[in-house]
């Protein structure tokens, strides 16, 4: 029992966040490049993606795992992201960091989808069956590429109106 759930609840709860946060991240970030302001997808995106990173704690471990450092990066960059936003209000300096710790976050969480892709879909787990074959390999460079351009054109687009 996880939280009082089963271990299989425990994994569906924390299944269903972390495509919460992954769909409202690329939602956020669609408005980031289309230079449009934040709203409440926002706030949906950040508040999932904390409870991804903190649910995945949850499980049962008895060493540090990769996921464990994905998920202890992530809630460092969103600290740093949601300061940004909530106490600093995206003036100077904070802007950056805010657009770099979201674009973080939602990339560490489509990064482990994609691991948690190949190791779930028989299709793509006969494909790369140790994750470290060619297509598992190209789908996380294409991955990481595409995160690199978008946060960059992101970073030109997205201009918040300074706060009254």
């Known amino acids: 029992m996880i939280f009082g759930m089963s271990i299989y609840t425990f994994t569906l709860v924390h299944t269903i ?6 769909a409202t991240g690329l939602v956020m970030l669609y408005r980031l490049l289309m230079g449009q302001g934040l709203d409440h997808w926002n706030t949906v995106f950040l508040v999932s993606t904390v409870l991804t990173s903190v649910t995945g704690f949850g499980f049962p471990f008895t060493q ?24 600093f209000h995206l003036a100077g300096i904070w802007r950056w960091i805010y657009l770099f710790g979201a674009m973080l976050a ?38 990481i ?20």
């Open 17 to 22: 966040i972390s495509l919460i946060g992954i």
């Open 106 to 143: 939602l990339y560490l969480n489509c990064f482990v989808g994609v691991v948690q892709a190949f190791l779930k879909i028989p299709a793509l787990k006969a494909l790369a069956p140790t994750q470290t074959e060619g297509p598992f390999v190209t789908a996380q460079f294409l991955l």
């Open 145 to 164: 590429v595409l995160f690199i351009a978008a946060g960059a054109f992101a970073g030109f687009r997205f201009h918040p109106r300074p706060a009254a």
């Open 64 to 87: 540090l795992l990769p996921s464990h450092v994905f998920g202890i990066v992530s809630l460092v960059v969103l600290a740093a992201a949601i300061a940004a936003l909530y106490a």
